[in-house]
């Protein structure tokens, strides 16, 4: 298992882990990002935002933006895009945490899929997700630059940065049935899950998002995220791996 927690901070990843599942540990697991867009108009200047940021099923990043912001504008007249996610928050030596920046284009979603999974994040964002100015749109990543501690700093070729589609449109299909089955018949489960994660404090925990590498929860105001030891790849490899997690979550305790 590992956490976002400290305040939206990811955990260390194990050195073996190939640099690709670092890199999609760290997106799954941020809440907020850095995105750099090209200031439009006479002066292309660099332009940085803070945004807030789910993903989808394959791992890609989710945006709800409005029109009227400026990197909305630049995103208009140049779809090209950076994604800085931080995963150093919290560090006593922060340069020595992983962070990883994606390169691709935005593109605006149609997909009712990214906006439930982007609106069971952020129920607060259904207040403006439904008003004309605003849309959502996915990050379709090109490569991604990985800095993962000393020494481990490669460049990930955007393939690799989100699932393959099958895996990806297999869990995606069962993703509300497993949210509903586990917050109706076994938040006892659910609850165990978080009360092992650093820093949870507080009764009520709830599953948010489910994919094929981990799963989402929320406790109060704040999220955390559960990662897979191994990727799911079906309803019943997803059954396992949720009842040994619950296993190992109750022996903890």
């Not at 109060?220 to 396992?240: I, K, Q, W």
Request: with cysteine.
């Amino acid at each position: 298992m590992s956490y976002f927690g400290r305040e939206t901070g990811v955990s260390s990843s194990p050195t073996h882990e190939p640099p690709a599942a670092v890199a999609r540990r760290l997106v799954r697991g941020a809440t907020t990002a850095t995105l750099a867009t090209t200031l439009a108009g006479d002066r292309p200047w660099p332009y940085a935002s803070l945004v807030q940021i789910a993903t989808d099923d394959a791992g890609a990043p989710l945006l709800l933006i409005s029109t009227l912001a400026q990197h909305t504008r630049n995103i208009a007249a140049d779809s090209r895009v950076s994604v800085l996610v931080d995963g150093t928050i919290g560090l006593d030596e922060p340069l020595t945490g992983p962070r990883v920046s994606l390169q691709g284009r935005a593109v605006v979603s149609a997909g009712g899929r990214d906006r439930a999974r982007y609106l069971a994040r952020y129920p607060a964002a259904r207040v403006y997700a439904g008003f004309g100015d605003f849309q959502l749109y996915r990050v379709v990543p090109e490569r991604g630059h990985l800095v993962a501690g000393f020494g481990r700093i490669t460049w990930i070729d955007g393939a690799d940065l989100t699932l393959a589609p099958d895996q990806a449109l297999a869990i995606g299909a069962i993703e509300d049935g497993v949210l509903a089955h586990m917050n109706r018949d076994h938040t006892d489960a659910v609850q165990a899950y978080a009360e092992t994660l650093p820093g949870v404090a507080g009764d009520g925990a709830v599953l948010v998002g489910f994919d094929a590498e981990g799963c989402d929860l929320r406790v109060g105001a704040r999220l955390y995220r559960l990662t897979f030891a191994a990727p799911v790849t079906d309803a019943a490899s997803a059954r396992a791996t949720l009842a040994r997690l619950a296993a190992e979550a109750k022996a903890k305790k």
